[in-house]
């Protein structure tokens, strides 16, 4: 018996695809009505039997895509426009053909596998770099993370400064790794979910202080500690934007 080929195209979806399209039919239907609130993350999770962070990112990819409001301390709630949007099509990744966001749960799983290596041997090196350093004074003058000028300003030397680990380990092929974990870090969903659950500058200068202790952990040649630190951060990020 032949057995079937597999298109060219053919890419397995991700869990919070599958709970997205899920949503999304029920808008179509009618059972999750314009302007009504949609089930708990709890709820929609025992519903679809899946874990809470795929059901936060599918609501975050939804939210992306305009057929969804989160209204804090309340939940979220379908858009008054949702049906005309899947009637008629909006761009969204259903639709358009766009290659989905990584799911964040899964970026920081990879992450959690090689950032402390990177810091470890970034560690080796015990070298000061002037490109981290100079993310890491921007990162310093973030004093109101309400402003959108300071909040990009904020993601973008996140996400630049691990990227520049990378660089100070001297391996391209880690750099290569990096590049594309600091594209994922650009990509809508990664940056809906940290900022709905990242905001508080409080907070955020407590990430800027773990930065810190990674970037010194690595120029004084500490490898045990470069890795801690960069473990330990990457678990709050965890805890912040894909909770269990």
């Not at 990819?61 to 099509?89: F, M, R």
């Not at 990378?166 to 990096?178: N, Q, Y």
């Not at 900022?195 to 955020?204: A, C, G, P």
Request: proline share 5%; glycine share 6%; with cysteine.
């Amino acid at each position: 018996m032949p057995i079937e080929s597999i298109p060219d195209n053919f890419k397995p979806k991700q869990i919070y695809e599958q709970v997205a399209a899920r949503i999304r039919t029920e808008i179509q239907s009618g059972r999750f009505a314009p302007e009504s609130r949609l089930p708990s993350e709890r709820e929609l999770s025992s519903r679809f039997k899946v874990s809470r962070p795929a059901v936060r990112e599918a609501l975050g990819a939804l939210q992306n895509e305009g057929l969804v409001i989160t209204k804090p301390g309340s939940g979220t709630y379908v858009a008054a426009q949702a049906q005309d949007l899947l009637l008629y099509g909006n761009g969204t990744e259903e639709t358009s053909g766009k290659e989905a966001d990584f799911s964040p749960s899964s970026m920081l799983d990879t992450r959690l596998i090689l950032e402390p290596g990177i810091a470890r041997l970034a560690a080796r090196q015990g070298r000061r770099d002037a490109t981290a350093e100079h993310y890491l004074k921007l990162m310093g003058k973030i004093v109101d993370i309400n402003d959108p000028e300071q909040r990009a300003l904020w993601n973008e030397c996140d996400r630049m400064f691990h990227r520049q680990l990378a660089v100070m380990t001297g391996d391209a092929l880690l750099v290569k790794i990096a590049d594309e974990i600091a594209k994922g870090m650009d990509q809508a969903l990664w940056q809906r979910l940290k900022n709905d659950s990242i905001y508080d500058l409080t907070e955020i200068q407590l990430y800027i202080a773990e930065h810190r202790l990674i970037y010194e952990a690595v120029t004084r040649g500490d490898e045990n500690a470069a890795a801690f630190y960069l473990e330990q951060h990457i678990q709050r990020v965890r805890r912040d934007i894909a909770p269990s």
